[in-house]
């Protein structure tokens, strides 16, 4: 009779037993299906990593190789149309007409005259002015 005695105990045994094996099991599981997302989420990033530089590789190659644009026949600087040029003249910055140093490119609302005055010179004999 002790053998019915212990059938409780044994029961309880046996599903400790079980329940571990179950926990085992799931964390095993789990680690592979971390694995498998961790590969396939590598494997996709690859994908559009090479998907991307095929697609704007060839695009940034050309925009950086060709900085003029031709326009009817004349060249045309795509970053005039940002930044537009005014050219000096005897009324608008006359110290700087033939100077190597003048810039011109207007920015928002600002003309930049070049570095070392940016907005000109007050009289008509820069001291910076070169040919």
Same mark, same amino acid.
């Given at each position: 009779m002790?053998?019915?005695? %212990?059938?409780?105990? %044994? ?5 400790e037993?079980?329940? $571990? ?5 799931f964390?095993? $599981? ?7 997302a961790? %590969?396939?989420?590598?494997?996709? $990033? ?53 100077c ?5 490119h207007?920015y ?14 007050? %009289? ?8």
């Amino acid at each position: 009779m002790s053998d019915m005695e %212990d059938w409780p105990k %044994d029961l309880i045994e046996w599903v400790e037993t079980v329940t $571990v094996a179950v926990e085992d099991f799931f964390e095993e $599981v789990s680690h592979i299906a971390e694995e498998v997302a961790e %590969d396939i989420q590598d494997e996709i $990033v690859r994908d559009i990593e090479q998907f991307l530089e095929v697609v704007f590789d060839p695009i940034i190659e050309i925009s950086i190789e060709e900085e003029r644009i031709f326009w009817d026949g004349e060249t045309f600087d795509p970053d005039s149309m940002l930044s537009p040029k005014l050219d000096p003249t005897s009324n608008v910055h006359p110290a700087c007409q033939g100077c190597c140093h003048y810039h011109g490119h207007i920015y928002g609302r600002s003309l930049l005259v070049c570095a070392m005055h940016p907005h000109g010179w007050d %009289d008509l004999h820069c001291p910076d002015w070169e040919k």
